[in-house]
Protein backbone atom coordinates (compact mmCIF):
# COMPACT_ATOMS: atom_id res chain seq x y z
CA UNK A 1 0.00 0.00 0.00
CA UNK A 2 1.38 3.44 -1.03
CA UNK A 3 1.26 6.20 1.35
CA UNK A 4 -0.99 9.30 0.58
CA UNK A 5 0.75 12.18 -0.67
CA UNK A 6 0.52 15.24 1.11
CA UNK A 7 -1.84 18.08 -0.22
CA UNK A 8 -0.52 20.04 -2.37
CA UNK A 9 1.05 23.49 -1.14
CA UNK A 10 -1.10 26.27 -1.50
CA UNK A 11 -0.30 28.44 -4.30
CA UNK A 12 -0.66 31.78 -3.21
CA UNK A 13 2.00 31.47 -0.02
CA UNK A 14 3.17 34.80 1.09
CA UNK A 15 6.25 34.75 -0.66
CA UNK A 16 4.33 34.56 -3.60
CA UNK A 17 2.33 37.19 -3.32
CA UNK A 18 1.90 40.55 -5.06
CA UNK A 19 4.90 42.73 -4.80
CA UNK A 20 2.71 45.84 -3.14
CA UNK A 21 1.37 43.25 -0.67
CA UNK A 22 4.10 44.16 1.28
CA UNK A 23 3.07 47.72 2.26
CA UNK A 24 0.13 45.64 4.09
CA UNK A 25 1.11 45.19 7.95
CA UNK A 26 0.39 45.36 11.41
CA UNK A 27 -3.05 43.81 12.82
CA UNK A 28 -5.93 46.56 13.10
CA UNK A 29 -9.00 46.11 16.16
CA UNK A 30 -12.25 48.45 14.85
CA UNK A 31 -13.35 49.79 18.46
CA UNK A 32 -17.05 49.66 18.85
CA UNK A 33 -17.50 52.73 20.66
CA UNK A 34 -21.11 54.12 21.12
CA UNK A 35 -21.96 57.73 23.23
CA UNK A 36 -18.93 57.20 25.38
CA UNK A 37 -19.11 53.60 25.52
CA UNK A 38 -17.22 51.14 24.23
CA UNK A 39 -18.36 46.99 23.83
CA UNK A 40 -16.62 44.48 25.62
CA UNK A 41 -15.92 42.78 22.14
CA UNK A 42 -13.74 45.28 21.19
CA UNK A 43 -11.35 44.16 24.28
CA UNK A 44 -11.69 41.21 23.12
CA UNK A 45 -10.35 41.32 19.92
CA UNK A 46 -6.96 43.46 21.18
CA UNK A 47 -6.90 40.71 23.24
CA UNK A 48 -7.01 38.17 20.42
CA UNK A 49 -4.87 40.90 18.12
CA UNK A 50 -2.25 40.90 20.53
CA UNK A 51 -1.24 37.36 19.48
CA UNK A 52 -1.67 37.66 15.88
CA UNK A 53 0.49 40.89 15.97
CA UNK A 54 3.33 38.89 17.91
CA UNK A 55 3.37 36.18 16.13
CA UNK A 56 3.95 38.04 13.06
CA UNK A 57 6.20 40.93 14.42
CA UNK A 58 4.07 43.95 14.08
CA UNK A 59 2.28 46.00 15.69
CA UNK A 60 -1.21 46.19 17.31
CA UNK A 61 -3.57 49.35 16.17
CA UNK A 62 -6.95 50.33 17.63
CA UNK A 63 -9.66 52.40 15.20
CA UNK A 64 -11.50 54.54 17.16
CA UNK A 65 -14.40 56.95 15.23
CA UNK A 66 -16.40 59.47 16.75
CA UNK A 67 -16.76 62.87 16.89
CA UNK A 68 -14.34 65.44 18.40
CA UNK A 69 -14.52 65.18 21.80
CA UNK A 70 -13.09 63.73 25.31
CA UNK A 71 -14.84 60.61 24.73
CA UNK A 72 -13.57 59.20 21.53
CA UNK A 73 -9.60 60.12 23.06
CA UNK A 74 -10.52 58.23 25.97
CA UNK A 75 -11.58 54.99 24.20
CA UNK A 76 -8.17 55.06 22.23
CA UNK A 77 -6.16 55.82 25.15
CA UNK A 78 -8.13 52.88 27.23
CA UNK A 79 -6.82 50.71 24.19
CA UNK A 80 -3.59 50.73 25.09
CA UNK A 81 -4.77 48.73 28.67
CA UNK A 82 -5.83 46.05 26.39
CA UNK A 83 -2.79 46.14 24.34
CA UNK A 84 -2.69 48.16 21.43
CA UNK A 85 0.41 49.70 20.64
CA UNK A 86 -0.88 51.97 17.96
CA UNK A 87 -4.31 54.08 18.09
CA UNK A 88 -6.02 55.76 15.43
CA UNK A 89 -7.98 58.31 16.16
CA UNK A 90 -10.14 59.16 13.62
CA UNK A 91 -12.76 62.24 13.96
CA UNK A 92 -15.12 63.92 12.51
CA UNK A 93 -18.87 66.01 13.27
CA UNK A 94 -20.32 62.98 10.79
CA UNK A 95 -19.09 59.94 12.70
CA UNK A 96 -21.15 61.33 16.18
CA UNK A 97 -23.24 58.55 15.76
CA UNK A 98 -23.22 55.14 14.00
CA UNK A 99 -24.27 55.25 10.08
CA UNK A 100 -22.99 52.92 7.49
CA UNK A 101 -22.25 55.17 4.90
CA UNK A 102 -19.96 57.61 7.22
CA UNK A 103 -18.78 54.99 9.03
CA UNK A 104 -17.49 52.79 5.72
CA UNK A 105 -15.99 55.76 4.68
CA UNK A 106 -14.05 57.03 7.04
CA UNK A 107 -12.63 52.95 7.58
CA UNK A 108 -11.93 53.10 4.28
CA UNK A 109 -10.01 56.11 3.94
CA UNK A 110 -8.31 54.83 6.79
CA UNK A 111 -7.57 51.45 5.65
CA UNK A 112 -6.09 52.77 2.02
CA UNK A 113 -3.69 54.98 3.52
CA UNK A 114 -2.11 53.19 6.31
CA UNK A 115 -2.55 49.42 4.86
CA UNK A 116 -2.87 47.12 7.72
CA UNK A 117 -2.56 43.01 7.14
CA UNK A 118 -5.38 41.83 9.19
CA UNK A 119 -8.47 43.50 10.28
CA UNK A 120 -11.05 42.71 13.14
CA UNK A 121 -14.31 43.83 13.91
CA UNK A 122 -16.63 42.27 16.42
CA UNK A 123 -19.79 40.23 15.18
CA UNK A 124 -22.53 42.74 16.62
CA UNK A 125 -25.28 44.73 14.63
CA UNK A 126 -23.09 47.62 14.05
CA UNK A 127 -19.74 45.31 13.23
CA UNK A 128 -21.56 43.32 10.76
CA UNK A 129 -23.05 45.79 9.13
CA UNK A 130 -19.89 47.86 8.93
CA UNK A 131 -17.50 45.51 7.71
CA UNK A 132 -19.43 44.00 5.03
CA UNK A 133 -19.62 47.53 3.71
CA UNK A 134 -15.80 47.76 4.06
CA UNK A 135 -15.07 44.68 2.62
CA UNK A 136 -17.22 45.02 -0.16
CA UNK A 137 -15.51 49.08 -1.22
CA UNK A 138 -12.01 47.72 -0.33
CA UNK A 139 -12.97 44.20 -2.58
CA UNK A 140 -11.19 41.58 -0.26
CA UNK A 141 -12.35 39.15 1.56
CA UNK A 142 -14.59 38.89 4.97
CA UNK A 143 -14.88 35.68 7.05
CA UNK A 144 -17.46 36.45 9.28
CA UNK A 145 -19.10 35.20 12.69
CA UNK A 146 -15.41 33.44 13.43
CA UNK A 147 -15.01 30.94 16.69
CA UNK A 148 -11.06 31.09 16.20
CA UNK A 149 -8.13 33.02 14.44
CA UNK A 150 -4.85 32.47 13.92
CA UNK A 151 -1.62 33.17 11.79
CA UNK A 152 0.27 29.86 9.36
CA UNK A 153 3.99 29.76 9.01
CA UNK A 154 3.89 31.49 5.80
CA UNK A 155 1.85 34.63 7.87
CA UNK A 156 -1.87 34.32 6.23
CA UNK A 157 -4.63 35.05 8.91
CA UNK A 158 -6.56 31.71 9.45
CA UNK A 159 -9.85 32.40 10.38
CA UNK A 160 -12.31 29.38 11.28
CA UNK A 161 -15.71 29.35 11.61
CA UNK A 162 -18.86 26.91 11.50
CA UNK A 163 -20.14 26.06 7.74
CA UNK A 164 -23.01 23.92 6.59
CA UNK A 165 -25.63 24.89 9.43
CA UNK A 166 -22.84 24.46 12.27
CA UNK A 167 -22.61 21.12 11.05
CA UNK A 168 -18.62 21.55 10.60
CA UNK A 169 -16.12 24.01 11.19
CA UNK A 170 -14.37 25.26 8.23
CA UNK A 171 -10.87 27.36 8.26
CA UNK A 172 -10.71 30.04 5.37
CA UNK A 173 -8.27 31.95 3.84
CA UNK A 174 -7.73 35.74 2.04
CA UNK A 175 -4.53 34.82 0.33
CA UNK A 176 -5.06 36.88 -2.70
CA UNK A 177 -6.48 40.55 -1.83
CA UNK A 178 -5.38 42.74 2.05
CA UNK A 179 -6.35 43.63 3.97
CA UNK A 180 -7.62 40.11 5.67
CA UNK A 181 -11.09 41.15 7.85
CA UNK A 182 -12.89 39.22 10.16
CA UNK A 183 -15.46 39.64 12.29
CA UNK A 184 -15.57 37.80 15.88
CA UNK A 185 -18.59 37.19 17.89
CA UNK A 186 -18.77 38.71 21.85
CA UNK A 187 -17.40 36.36 24.45
CA UNK A 188 -15.84 34.14 21.82
CA UNK A 189 -12.49 35.43 22.86
CA UNK A 190 -11.68 35.70 26.45
CA UNK A 191 -10.99 39.04 27.65
CA UNK A 192 -7.26 39.96 28.55
CA UNK A 193 -6.17 41.17 31.71
CA UNK A 194 -6.04 45.23 31.82
CA UNK A 195 -2.58 47.17 32.53
CA UNK A 196 -3.04 50.60 33.46
CA UNK A 197 0.55 51.29 32.93
CA UNK A 198 0.71 50.25 29.04
CA UNK A 199 0.84 53.28 27.00
CA UNK A 200 1.36 53.62 23.15
CA UNK A 201 1.03 56.53 20.36
CA UNK A 202 -1.98 58.06 19.15
CA UNK A 203 -2.40 58.76 15.21
CA UNK A 204 -4.73 61.33 14.36
CA UNK A 205 -6.58 60.79 10.92
CA UNK A 206 -9.55 62.83 10.37
CA UNK A 207 -11.43 61.64 7.17
CA UNK A 208 -12.93 63.23 3.83
CA UNK A 209 -16.58 63.40 5.06
CA UNK A 210 -19.06 66.15 4.25
CA UNK A 211 -22.20 66.06 5.90
CA UNK A 212 -24.38 67.15 3.27
CA UNK A 213 -23.94 64.26 0.80
CA UNK A 214 -23.92 61.95 3.81
CA UNK A 215 -28.07 60.31 2.81
CA UNK A 216 -29.06 58.87 6.01
CA UNK A 217 -29.84 61.28 8.75
CA UNK A 218 -30.13 60.45 12.92
CA UNK A 219 -33.67 61.87 13.96
CA UNK A 220 -33.75 60.16 17.24
CA UNK A 221 -31.87 57.92 19.49
CA UNK A 222 -33.62 55.48 21.44
CA UNK A 223 -31.41 53.34 23.83
CA UNK A 224 -32.27 49.74 24.79
CA UNK A 225 -29.96 49.24 27.73
CA UNK A 226 -33.31 49.00 30.22
CA UNK A 227 -34.79 46.51 28.19
CA UNK A 228 -36.35 42.80 29.38
CA UNK A 229 -34.12 41.24 26.81
CA UNK A 230 -31.60 38.30 28.31
CA UNK A 231 -28.10 39.29 29.45
CA UNK A 232 -26.89 35.99 28.56
CA UNK A 233 -23.52 36.74 26.93
CA UNK A 234 -22.33 38.28 29.99
CA UNK A 235 -23.71 36.08 32.82
CA UNK A 236 -21.78 34.25 35.03
CA UNK A 237 -23.82 31.52 35.65
CA UNK A 238 -26.77 30.39 33.06
CA UNK A 239 -28.86 27.42 32.83
CA UNK A 240 -30.18 26.14 29.85
CA UNK A 241 -32.68 23.26 28.63
CA UNK A 242 -32.97 21.85 25.31
CA UNK A 243 -35.59 18.84 23.34
CA UNK A 244 -34.72 16.20 26.16
CA UNK A 245 -37.21 17.95 28.43
CA UNK A 246 -40.01 17.33 26.50
CA UNK A 247 -42.44 20.04 26.74
CA UNK A 248 -42.38 23.55 27.37
CA UNK A 249 -44.32 23.17 30.43
CA UNK A 250 -40.95 21.59 31.71
CA UNK A 251 -38.83 24.32 30.62
CA UNK A 252 -40.16 25.90 33.83
CA UNK A 253 -37.85 23.53 35.48
CA UNK A 254 -34.98 25.32 34.14
CA UNK A 255 -36.26 28.70 35.18
CA UNK A 256 -36.98 27.59 38.92
CA UNK A 257 -33.14 26.43 38.89
CA UNK A 258 -31.46 29.83 37.34
CA UNK A 259 -33.92 31.89 39.97
CA UNK A 260 -32.45 30.29 43.01
CA UNK A 261 -29.11 30.28 41.73
CA UNK A 262 -29.64 34.07 40.52
CA UNK A 263 -28.78 32.98 36.97
CA UNK A 264 -29.67 33.48 33.44
CA UNK A 265 -31.79 31.14 31.27
CA UNK A 266 -31.31 30.09 27.50
CA UNK A 267 -32.24 26.80 25.11
CA UNK A 268 -30.83 24.81 22.29
CA UNK A 269 -32.11 26.21 18.91
CA UNK A 270 -34.95 23.56 18.66
CA UNK A 271 -36.27 25.29 21.36
CA UNK A 272 -37.23 28.49 19.95
CA UNK A 273 -37.70 26.71 16.43
CA UNK A 274 -40.87 25.20 18.77
CA UNK A 275 -41.80 28.33 19.85
CA UNK A 276 -41.18 27.37 23.49
CA UNK A 277 -38.69 30.22 24.14
CA UNK A 278 -38.23 33.27 22.72
CA UNK A 279 -34.84 33.37 20.33
CA UNK A 280 -32.70 35.81 22.20
CA UNK A 281 -32.65 32.92 24.84
CA UNK A 282 -30.98 30.94 22.37
CA UNK A 283 -27.38 29.54 23.06
CA UNK A 284 -25.35 28.29 19.95
CA UNK A 285 -24.20 29.69 16.64
CA UNK A 286 -27.17 31.16 15.53
CA UNK A 287 -28.09 32.61 18.75
CA UNK A 288 -25.63 33.58 21.60
CA UNK A 289 -21.91 33.26 22.35
CA UNK A 290 -21.03 33.18 26.47
CA UNK A 291 -18.40 32.15 28.62
CA UNK A 292 -20.19 31.80 32.39
CA UNK A 293 -18.20 30.84 35.05
CA UNK A 294 -20.82 27.83 35.51
CA UNK A 295 -23.20 26.35 32.11
CA UNK A 296 -25.81 23.70 33.23
CA UNK A 297 -27.40 22.19 30.12
CA UNK A 298 -30.47 20.03 31.09
CA UNK A 299 -31.42 17.91 27.62
CA UNK A 300 -29.16 18.99 25.44
CA UNK A 301 -27.08 16.89 23.00
CA UNK A 302 -24.74 19.10 22.53
CA UNK A 303 -24.34 19.67 18.54
CA UNK A 304 -21.53 21.14 16.95
CA UNK A 305 -23.99 24.54 16.76
CA UNK A 306 -24.41 24.42 19.91
CA UNK A 307 -20.62 23.53 21.24
CA UNK A 308 -19.51 26.83 19.42
CA UNK A 309 -21.49 28.87 21.92
CA UNK A 310 -20.65 27.38 25.37
CA UNK A 311 -17.41 25.88 25.14
CA UNK A 312 -15.79 28.99 26.57
CA UNK A 313 -17.50 28.24 29.38
CA UNK A 314 -15.26 27.80 32.79
CA UNK A 315 -17.33 25.06 34.19
CA UNK A 316 -19.93 22.91 31.83
CA UNK A 317 -22.64 20.23 33.40
CA UNK A 318 -23.87 18.49 31.38
CA UNK A 319 -27.37 16.36 32.23
CA UNK A 320 -28.43 14.04 29.57
CA UNK A 321 -30.22 10.53 29.64
CA UNK A 322 -28.28 8.93 26.54
CA UNK A 323 -24.38 8.34 27.81
CA UNK A 324 -23.33 9.02 23.89
CA UNK A 325 -24.38 12.28 24.17
CA UNK A 326 -21.93 14.85 21.72
CA UNK A 327 -22.05 17.23 24.62
CA UNK A 328 -20.08 14.54 27.19
CA UNK A 329 -17.56 14.87 24.83
CA UNK A 330 -16.40 18.62 25.73
CA UNK A 331 -18.51 18.80 29.10
CA UNK A 332 -16.68 19.17 32.62
CA UNK A 333 -18.98 17.17 34.85
CA UNK A 334 -21.57 14.31 32.99
CA UNK A 335 -24.40 13.25 34.48
CA UNK A 336 -26.35 10.72 32.50
CA UNK A 337 -30.15 10.78 33.96
CA UNK A 338 -33.21 12.33 33.47
CA UNK A 339 -33.41 16.25 33.20
CA UNK A 340 -36.73 16.27 34.21
CA UNK A 341 -36.32 14.39 37.76
CA UNK A 342 -32.84 15.45 38.58
CA UNK A 343 -33.64 19.58 38.25
CA UNK A 344 -35.98 19.78 41.06
CA UNK A 345 -33.79 17.75 43.21
CA UNK A 346 -30.91 20.61 42.42
CA UNK A 347 -32.86 23.41 43.07
CA UNK A 348 -34.17 22.47 46.01
CA UNK A 349 -30.85 21.56 47.04
CA UNK A 350 -29.34 25.19 45.94
CA UNK A 351 -32.07 26.94 47.78
CA UNK A 352 -31.74 24.80 50.97
CA UNK A 353 -27.68 25.54 50.95
CA UNK A 354 -27.22 28.66 49.60
CA UNK A 355 -28.57 32.14 51.42
CA UNK A 356 -29.48 35.26 49.13
CA UNK A 357 -26.04 36.82 49.71
CA UNK A 358 -23.99 33.42 48.04
CA UNK A 359 -26.14 33.56 45.36
CA UNK A 360 -25.55 37.04 44.35
CA UNK A 361 -21.66 35.97 44.82
CA UNK A 362 -21.81 33.34 42.80
CA UNK A 363 -23.66 35.34 40.31
CA UNK A 364 -21.63 38.36 40.33
Same mark, same amino acid.
Given at each position: /? ?27 ? #???A???D??PV *??E &? ?9 ? !???? !????? +? ?18 A???? !? ?5 L ?22 ? +? ?9 ? +? ?14 ? =? ?8 ? *? !? ?8 ? *??L =????? &?????? /? ?8 ? /? ?24 T?L??F ?5 S ?8 D ?15 ? +? ?5 S?L????? =??R ?7 ? *? ?31 V???? =???A??T??N????? #? ?8 A ?7 T ?13 ? &???
Amino acid at each position: /MSATPPPPARANAKKELPEHFRDYKHVWV #FIEAERGDVHPV *SWE &LLGEGRKLADK !LGVE !LASVV +LGEPGEATKAAAAESFSYGADVAY !LVEHPALADYRNESYAKAVTQLVNTHKPEI +LLLGATNLGRD +LAGSVATTLLTGLTAD =CTELAVDADG *S !LAATRPTFGG *SLL =CTIYT &LNYRPQ /MATIRPRVMA /MPARDADRTGRIVPFTPDLAEDEIITKLLRFVPDRDSNKSNLAFADVVVAGGMGLQSAENFQ +LVKNLASVLGAEFG =CSRPLVQKGWI *SSDRQIGQTGKTIRPKLYIAAGISGAIQHRVGVEGAD =CIVAINTDKNAPIFD #FAHVGIVTDAIRLLPALTEAFRQRLSPHQRDR &LAG
